[in-house]
């Protein structure tokens, strides 16, 4: 039984966020706020000491929560 490796990826029409990546979200949302800003709407700490996009995505990845918190502010504002 061979894959077909050319059958395009399933579409996910009630998932907003299908297809945008993370970093993609969070550069949104400090260009949209800045990172003083961020930092009182989402209380997270990677957004107030030393704010940077690559500490910000190491701390998402591994803290659903925060991720949660995250995609929910995108979606509102966008």
């Given amino acids: 039984m061979e894959k077909n490796k050319d ?13 945008v990546k993370l970093a993609t979200i969070v550069e949104f949302l400090v260009d949209e706020y800045g990172w003083e800003e961020l930092s009182y709407r989402i ?5 107030k000491t ?7 995505l190491k701390f998402l990845r591994r803290t659903a929560w925060a991720r949660n918190k995250v995609e929910r502010l995108y979606l509102d504002t966008v």
Wanted: with cysteine; proline share 12%.
């Fill in 7 to 19: 059958k395009e990826p399933e579409s996910q029409p009630n998932n907003a966020l299908h297809g």
């Fill in 43 to 47: 209380d997270i700490n990677c957004f």
């Fill in 50 to 56: 030393n704010p940077s996009v690559k500490s910000s």
